[in-house]
């Protein structure tokens, strides 16, 4: 397994937040049941799951900020 070539930008990624971010909320999950008045009981699922699903979707789409010199150097060519 190799890095990607721009591995250190990688917290500007929105895939990598979201990923943080959902492992954020299976930590918290154990937690959860203490938090019966204050979260209905389907909403944690919802947006554990969202945050998953949004995860994969930015992974899918290429994000400008994190594109090396020699892509840009491609793309103008």
């Not at 943080?20 to 979260?39: D, K, N, R, T």
Request: with cysteine; hydrophobic share 50%.
């Amino acid at each position: 397994m190799n890095l990607i070539p721009e591995w250190r930008k990688a917290p500007s990624m929105w895939s990598v937040r979201l990923g943080v971010i959902a492992a954020l909320l299976c930590g918290l999950q154990p937690v959860v049941p203490h938090w019966e008045g204050v979260l209905p009981e389907w909403a944690y699922a919802v947006l554990a799951s969202a945050v998953a699903i949004a995860g994969v979707v930015a992974r899918l789409i290429p994000q400008q900020r994190v594109t090396t010199e020699r892509e840009r150097r491609k793309t103008h060519v």
